[in-house]
């Protein structure tokens, strides 16, 4: 399946150099006319990723123009402007009865009033999206849009609670569908959303069961939500609906919305599901359904666009914690040990990278980002021969999605359209074992592959007040009357952003940011190449 929407869009300039992904964002600076090129990406982050691509309006920029930042800030507030439903209908709004000062809703008599709680959100509030200025295009993980690198205010809408909402609270039906693989902090999520919706005074609360299969499976009903249902679900991992990879077309989902009379839908997942919510917001808005649909994003592999971090990928990095402490453990018992973990991350390195960077451990870090080769002078396996003579033992952390090209291509894909991935786990301990063996040097190689254990445990601190966060925002957004839009974090401050701008691309490790430098840093490992 593939989704296809339309943005204005002005690319930045991102001048990195290494890695097989340098032709995503190519530098834009042009002294031509400012001109509007229409043109199909798929967008290929590392080498496997599913077929969501998203047809964008690329203007270059006449950087003599002396306006040319007032037009890039007009272009950027078009595309992250919040789709509403008053765009397509005629909803008028009402006070809300959201307040945390009153034991009911506003206006009940019961409690204060809306002009002496100031807990609101204003529509015109904005947090800033990029906080640094770069002096140079050659600066560390510098992102400029010209060629002297200026810094251009890029703001986006404030996540929370509005003075007005477009929904009577009372007439609403709000589903609730998760999608995708499993991801700690599912369920802290779902239990948040229940909450809000309950606060704001709505009664009928449901779950589509096992994703968007859900939606048309007959025999899965709808799963009634309340306080009382979801009070201790967070006490596990998983999530109390279920999750699907595949299902049924947009249009039959939509058909579904419309027959069970939903009002909000909150969709929970990566982002092949909020390519979905996308396509099922846009079909909606052609049917001229008075539905928002509102995205929380999912994944361990953190590769949402934008945010500063995704919910669960905290936790998977210290669940993976315990793997790289025990191959280390056998590594250093061993004669010559070589511990080797592979870690999620199909797309991205970051959970390899920062588990790589939090145990300390690790000798070698592999990304999708960065590509190595095995044989050769420079290769992973002569390195390894040094650090067996140097140090006696040696740990490797491999992400998933690291070293594709060494593997035999796939064409297999799963039931969402994601290229199932070589095993790089397995073919590293076969490479490492054959090396060593044609050597006539003894090593001892232990492999751990912690892939589900990291994902389906129950969310660690940080990650629960994460999904706290985003949950209630989610019910704030639909509320508020948005739809086709996700909530997130960026810079430490909670937001709404459009779904096509998070989707655009696998967010990815930049080879040139200081994290990944860091990360060589402390492993100490040279280039495989
Ligand atoms: N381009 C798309 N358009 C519409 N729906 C999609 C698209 N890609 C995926 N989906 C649907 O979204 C759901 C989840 O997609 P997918 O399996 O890719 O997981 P994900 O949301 O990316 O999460 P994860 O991080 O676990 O991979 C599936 O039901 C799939 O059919
Ligand atoms: O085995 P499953 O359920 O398809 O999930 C595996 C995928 O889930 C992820 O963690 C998230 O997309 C990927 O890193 C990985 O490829
Ligand atoms: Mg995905």
């Known amino acids: 399946m593939a989704i296809t929407s339309s943005t204005n869009t002005i690319g930045l300039l991102n001048l990195q150099k290494t890695g097989k992904h340098s032709n995503m964002d190519l530098p834009l600076f042009h002294s031509s006319h400012l001109k509007v090129i229409r043109f199909r990406r798929i967008f290929k982050c590392a080498s496997q990723v599913n077929d969501i691509s998203v047809e964008v309006v690329k203007r270059e920029i006449d950087f003599k123009d002396p306006d040319w930042k007032k037009h890039f800030q007009e272009d950027f507030d078009n595309r992250f402007r919040l789709p509403h439903i008053t765009d397509i209908l005629d909803v008028k709004p009402r006070p809300t009865t959201f307040s945390l000062k009153s034991r009911g809703p506003l206006g009940d008599g019961n409690g204060a009033s809306m002009d002496t709680w100031y807990g609101y959100v204003n529509d015109d509030d904005r947090a800033l999206l990029k906080v640094i200025k770069f002096a140079s295009p050659n600066s560390a993980g510098a992102e400029c849009i010209d060629p002297d690198c200026s810094w251009v205010e890029q703001w986006v809408h404030r996540a929370g609670p509005r003075k007005q909402i477009y929904y009577e609270p009372k007439e609403v ?37 096992f994703g968007y299969r859900g939606f048309c499976d007959e025999n899965l009903r709808e799963v009634p939500l309340s306080h009382q249902v979801v009070q201790n679900i967070n006490l596990a991992g998983g999530s109390l609906l279920g999750v699907s990879r595949g299902g049924p077309s947009i249009s039959d989902i939509v058909d579904s919305i419309q027959a069970k009379a939903i009002d909000m839908l909150f969709v929970l997942g990566g982002n092949g599901t909020h390519a979905g919510a996308n396509a099922i917001h846009d079909e909606c808005r052609k049917r001229k359904m008075k539905v928002s649909v509102v995205g929380v994003p999912k994944t361990i592999d953190n590769d949402i666009q934008l945010m500063d971090k995704t919910f669960g990928f905290d936790t998977a990095v210290e669940e993976a914690q315990r793997a790289i402490n025990s191959a280390y453990i056998e590594a250093q018992s061993a004669y010559h040990g070589i511990g080797l973990v592979k870690l999620m991350g199909r797309s991205s390195g970051f959970i390899a990278m920062h588990a790589s960077l939090s145990s300390g451990q690790i000798d070698i870090c592999l990304i999708p980002e960065v590509p190595f080769k095995l044989e050769g002078a420079n290769g992973l396996l002569q390195h390894l021969e040094h650090l067996i003579k140097t140090k006696g033992k040696a740990v490797v952390c491999v992400a998933e999605g690291a070293g594709q090209e060494l593997l035999q291509k796939s064409v297999a894909t799963d039931a969402s359209g994601n290229v199932v991935l070589g095993d790089i786990g397995v073919h590293m301990q076969q490479q490492i074992k054959r090396h060593f063996k044609n050597i006539g040097v003894p090593a001892d190689v232990k492999y751990i592959d912690p892939t589900y254990m990291v994902r389906a445990c129950r969310a660690n601190a940080s990650d629960a007040i994460l999904c706290t966060v985003l949950g209630q925002n989610a019910v704030h957004a639909a509320f508020a009357g948005f739809s086709g839009i996700t909530t997130g974090i960026c810079n430490i401050h909670y937001v709404y952003l459009p779904i096509p701008e998070v989707i655009r691309s696998p967010r990815c490790v930049d080879p040139n940011s200081r994290m990944w430098h860091r990360c060589l840093t402390s492993t100490g490992q040279p280039d495989f190449h």
């Open 173 to 209: 039906k709000a589903a609730i569908v998760t999608c995708g693989g499993l991801c700690p902090g599912l369920n802290d999520v779902i239990r948040q959303i229940v909450f809000t919706l309950e606060k704001y005074g709505v009664k009928n609360i449901v779950g589509i069961q």
